[in-house]
């Protein structure tokens, strides 16, 4: 009663077959079949095969049944490396599947946060630090996950001194601080000694 189907490497499949108590049988290939000599074994396949099962009773013709198990890959995903984004930018995301050849399916969550989450390329919008899940799956349900992480530098990253006053010719201490600050110029510059 097995119908061709698709699984993950080594999923067992339980064989579902009628066959009179009177005859042996015989299942070929053997390779990942729990007993060949018994009518419904297990069988764990690792690769796409055809099974042949045959009955066989002193005087009587034998008689083959067989089905197909075509066995999908779990997929190696690579969602890229982490990425850094100031509030309001955005970033293409382009995660890596292997291995090639097959019909996979995409999908990236949080969902709300990219322009596309079934796609294997994506466009992060930096509103929050997010950490996204990029899920590649087969049609059997073979599937996997990466996690990248977008950090997002919120848009009022950079704080400087109050405002002050002072007399003519006197100096003021500017001091400015911020999360994540690389650089800063202060304007205009001939008031500055850096």
């Keep these: 009663f097995n119908k061709d189907t698709s699984v993950c490497r080594n999923t067992p499949i339980i064989v579902n077959a009628t066959g009179d108590p009177r005859y042996s049988y015989t ?4 390779n990942g079949i ?14 796409s095969t055809t099974y042949y099962v045959t009955a066989k009773h002193v005087g009587c013709p034998d008689s083959t049944a067989f089905f197909t198990v075509t066995v999908q890959p779990t997929p190696l995903v690579n969602a890229g490396p982490d990425k850094t984004v100031c509030a309001g930018d955005t970033v293409h995301l382009y995660a890596t599947v292997s291995p090639s050849g097959f019909s996979y399916g995409y999908h990236c969550t949080p969902d709300s946060v ?8 994506t466009t992060f919008i930096g509103k929050a630090t997010s950490s996204l899940v990029f899920t590649a799956g ?3 349900g073979c599937k996997a996950s990466d996690t990248v992480i977008v950090n997002v530098i919120p848009a009022r990253f950079l704080k400087v001194s ?13 001091r400015a601080k911020g999360d994540s ?14």
């Design 162 to 174: 109050q405002d002050t006053g002072i007399c003519p010719g006197d100096t003021a201490h500017l």
């Design 181 to 194: 600050l690389v650089y800063l110029v202060w304007r205009p510059a001939n008031f500055m000694d850096d």
């Design 114 to 121: 990219v322009d596309n989450p079934h796609g294997i390329t």
């Design 34 to 47: 729990s007993d060949p000599t018994i009518l419904n074994p297990i069988i764990t396949p690792d690769s």
């Design 138 to 140: 087969t049609a059997a």
């Design 27 to 30: 299942w070929t290939p053997t």
